[in-house]
Every structure is written in C-alpha cells, then in structure tokens.
C-alpha cells in the first residue's frame, strides 16, 4: 500500500513538472527601457576606460574609477540607465552580465561580481507605481542628473527592502575599440564600420570658428572586405611582391632551360660502352664536350622557388609558342601567383590584388615595405563631405542638430524625458568639442553579445538604445599633435595651456609624438610634455590604487612615460 502511494506521488509530480517546464515563461504587463553611454576613443580599445572619465554617480556610491586630479573632466560621462513603465510587479528579477570587461559601478546595491549584476534576492525587488515614504530614496546633491529621471510620473519605482528608487542604472568599461574608422579629410571622409553588425544614425560634427560642420548616415553597413590593421596590410603586400618576384624567377629557370635543352644532345644519342673514338677523330661542330651536357642537365633540373615547392620547366617545343603568347598574356602568369589567398591575423584569409609584369627578373627579394602614412580606405565605407556652417545664428544651428538627433532617438523608442536626460548629458561633448567627434546608435543584437540584459518575468517589450560616442578618430589628428607639440611652446601662455590640455584629452594617441618632444631644445616644451606623460601616468597609478606621488616618483610603476626633470 505504501509502496502504491508512494509510487502514485511520483506520477504526479512527473506530470506536473514535464507541464511546468512546457509551460511559456510569465509574462509581465510592462516594458523595459535601456539607454546606455559608450564612449571610445581611437587611441584605445576599451569603451568607457576608468581611467578616462571620472564618475557618473554620486560621491555616496562606490565606484572603482580613479578619483585623482589627473582624470581628464568632460561634459560626459559613461553610464546605463534602465527603466520600466506599464504595471506592478511584485517580484522582479534583472541581470546585467558584461562580456569582455567589468562591471565599475552600479545602483542600487545589487548583488554584484566583476562581470555581473544582479538586482533580486531576499528581500524581493518590487515595481511600484508609487511610495508611501519618499525618504527611502537616496539622498544626492542637488543638480546631480539622478534627480532627473526621479521626476519622470510615467516611470514605475523599483523598491527593495528599505531603499527605493525610480531606475537602475550602471558604469560599465568594455572591451570596444572605436567602432568606425575615418580615412581622407578634412572636408571629405570616407566612413568605415569596423563591427559585424550596422550602425544607425551616424553623425559627424567638426566644431569650427565659422560654426558646425556636420554630415549624417542613416545606415552604415559591415565593411565588404576584411578590414586588416597596418602591419598585415604591410604583409600582404610584401607578400604580392614576393609573389611576382617567384614569377619573374620561373621565366628566368624556363629560359635558362630552353638554351640548355637547345645546346644538350638527343637523349638517344649515347655513345657505346664498347667503343672507343679513333686518334684521328674530332669532335663534330654541333657536338659539345661531356662537361658541357652535364651542366645543362644540372641546369634543366626543377629548381625550388621561393615558396619551398618546385618549379615546373617548360618543354623545349612549347617555349617558342609561350613566348608568343607572353606578349599578348603576359600578367596572367603574374596574377595567379598573386592572387593567391593569404591568411590575415583574424585567421580569415585575403585576396592579393594581382601583380604588375615585371620588365625584368628581379634579382633579389624586396625588402618588406613600411607602413604608409595614409592608408586606402577599404572597400564597403561610405562616403560624405561634411556641409558648410550654416550662417547666421551659431547657437540656433546647434540646437537644430540636436534636435534631428533627438528625433532619431525618439524613432529608435526612447522616451521624450529619456531623449531629454541623454541630449543633456552627452550635447556639450558633441557639439562643442573642438576636434571632430562621431556619435551613432548600434543594433540591440551587437549590445547583446557585449551586454547582456536579462529581465523576469519577461516584458512585454524590450526596447536597448546604446550610443557611442567616437573621439579622437579624426585622421588629421597626426598633422595636429605637431601643432600642439610646437605650441607647448608658444610665447602665449594661454596658447600653451590650450596646448596641453588638448594633448591630454588625445591620451595614449599623443604618446609617441610626446616621447619625441622631451627631446627637444625649447625646455618649455620638454616640461609641459612630460607633465603630460606623468598625469596620464598618475591616472593609470589611481587605476590600481596607487597614490600619484609614489607613480610619479617609481619609474617602474610608469614604463610608458619618462622620468620627471628636476
């Protein structure tokens, strides 16, 4: 009997779990908003780098950002904001999992690892449509954007035990190099996309005395081809040369057989083993000395060419008749060779473009060429050409840039307060910045598989704007450090202050050319390049929190920059 029952229960739990997990996930009768910050800088690869920007919360909350006086202050910091509008819900579960780099700050106090957060648990996080006691709100210093999107009267509360708030909201650094690349200039670009997926609503925006420039592009697909870094273009290259350098050796080999062949006896034209020539014979005018036979035959051997594999000779009667040909077919040789396939560094492979014939056989192997200083853009970019300032009123043409960004975003599903909250945010650094600044929207699948946002029950819509935000991706950026450099030393102490505060927002980007300028005979120069050097050192020290006396005085704990001058 006991057994039965037992037995009986199993049943039943078996059927009610296999409905269970047949059963569609609950649904819940509200949409989450997600409005996140990205801002790359192409002297990087990482999107809102800690110790770039300083934070976007309040000082009450924790945040692993450097907090030294060397952090560069800009209109805009990196930060995500999720909201939720429709109706309660009494338990909520929301993960945010970051793939290719960490979580730096979060709000509320989630449940939290370097690369995740998590608001559930015990106690519950609940949906309100409004408080009893406004008192569990933190309290922020007055101004701080936090009290913005508090006043929004569509937007649900989120509470959890004591504390409430009206949005969740994130600082996250990525692994997310600038996502475009810019090549030509200054008045016309050609604009590349270096992600797999499309960027929509691009805008470009040059910030001049006579006023804006701006062009857009409402869609910017993948590139066609593979986009290769500097060093595999400078190998493909070499490559292609070394290819038709092969080829101009096979015709030499080929050549060089056709007259051994020409001057070489029959095959079968071998003297018997037995026969011994008479004195008073003499060697016949067309017949060559054994000597001579030998070394054609060495000479008509395949020779191995520069790939390791061996070279095919032609056959004496075919000579002729290809040399003919040459004439008329003479690349077609050439551009197989070139066109062989070559693996790039992303393990992809990349079409050589075919080789030009050579008037004559190379004699030793090209060495590899250098990087050129203005490279080719790929083929898939777009092209524009950046309009005129519109004249009259500069303050009037501002506004109306930002508002045909504003509607985009409206488009792409933001709310009216959440376009408001984000156009105030990042506008200054977009139209105000002196140097050309990128911004454009990414598709909800290429923010997936960096930054994953999970929500239960599952909304009924799900509506993830990312912006990203691209400095320092102007081409003409090598031409301007020069400047900057020889300004550092200009007689207007004004114009040197410019000078170094532009060279610190380009960052790692000014390196090289800051390297090369405490060198220099102007010491005013020397001192103002090295102070530079130290603070982006000293932001790197607060990075791993270290005080910026001890980075600057350990040159151990600062490879990149020089020491300090006394």
């Excluded at 009768?29 to 309040?58: C, K, M």
């Excluded at 600044?437 to 704007?465: C, T």
Aim: charged share 25%; aromatic share 4%; glycine share 6%.
């Amino acid at each position: 009997m006991t057994r039965t029952v037992v037995w009986l229960l199993g049943v039943v739990f078996a059927v009610g779990g296999a409905r269970l997990a047949s059963a569609d996930p609950p649904t819940g009768e509200f949409t989450v908003h997600e409005l996140s910050v990205w801002i790359s800088d192409g002297s990087g690869s990482q999107a809102n780098a800690r110790d770039r920007y300083s934070s976007p919360f309040p000082s009450s909350v924790a945040s692993s950002r450097a907090t030294n006086s060397g952090v560069v202050k800009r209109p805009a910091a990196p930060f995500g904001l999720i909201t939720f509008y429709g109706k309660p819900v009494t338990d909520l579960d929301v993960e945010l999992r970051v793939r290719g780099g960490s979580v730096v700050s979060h709000w509320p106090t989630a449940e939290a690892l370097p690369n995740r957060v998590r608001w559930a648990g015990n106690p519950s996080v609940a949906l309100l449509e409004k408080l009893d006691d406004e008192a569990t709100l933190l309290l922020v210093e007055q101004g701080h954007w936090f009290t913005k999107p508090r006043a929004w009267d569509d937007a649900l509360y989120i509470r959890q035990g004591a504390r409430s708030e009206r949005f969740l909201t994130y600082d996250a650094e990525l692994t997310f190099p600038a996502p475009i690349q810019l090549y030509g200039g200054p008045d016309k670009l050609t604009v590349t996309n270096l992600t797999d997926g499309k960027l929509q609503d691009v805008l470009l925006v040059r910030t001049t005395p006579g006023g804006l420039r701006t062009a857009w592009i409402d869609e910017l697909p993948k590139a066609k081809t593979n986009l290769l870094s500097p060093a595999t273009q400078a190998v493909a290259k070499n490559a292609a040369a070394v290819a038709k350098n092969a080829s101009a050796v096979a015709a030499s080999v080929a050549k060089l057989a056709e007259a051994a062949k020409a001057v070489a006896p029959k095959v079968d034209e071998k003297p018997k083993v037995d026969e011994k020539p008479k004195a008073d014979d003499k060697p016949k005018a067309d017949e060559k000395p054994k000597a001579d036979v030998a070394d054609a035959k060495a000479a008509a051997k395949p020779g191995a060419n520069l790939f390791g594999s061996t070279v095919k000779l032609t056959p004496a009667k075919k000579v002729d008749a290809e040399a003919k040909a040459a004439a008329k077919d003479g690349d077609k040789a050439d551009a197989k060779a070139a066109a062989k396939p070559g693996a790039n560094l992303f393990g992809s492979t990349v079409k050589l473009m075919p080789a030009k014939k050579a008037d004559k056989p190379a004699e030793s192997l090209p060495a590899a060429p250098a990087t050129p200083a203005k490279s080719a853009a790929p083929a898939g970019g777009v092209e524009v050409t950046l309009a005129d300032p519109a004249p009259g009123d500069q303050a009037k043409a501002k506004s109306t840039v930002a508002d045909a960004l504003s509607q985009r975003l409206a488009k792409a599903g933001l709310s009216t307060n959440e376009v408001q909250l984000v156009m105030g945010q990042i506008g200054p650094l977009v139209l105000e910045n002196q140097a050309l600044v990128a911004i454009g929207r990414m598709e909800p699948a290429a923010i997936d598989s960096k930054l994953s946002l999970s929500v239960f029950p599952e909304p009924r819509k799900l509506v993830r704007v990312p912006l990203v935000i691209m400095l320092n991706i102007d081409p003409q950026i090598s031409g301007e450090m020069d400047q900057l450099i020889a300004q550092l030393g200009d007689a207007k102490y004004s114009v040197r202050e410019e000078a170094q505060k532009r060279l610190t927002e380009l960052g790692p980007r000014a390196f090289d050319a800051l390297k090369k300028a405490i060198n220099h005979a102007d010491m005013e120069i020397v001192v103002r390049a090295e102070r530079v050097l130290l603070s982006q050192n000293q932001q790197a020290a607060g990075r791993q929190g270290v005080a910026s006396e001890k980075a600057a005085a350990a040159p151990a704990a600062a490879p990149a920059a020089p020491a300090a001058k006394k």
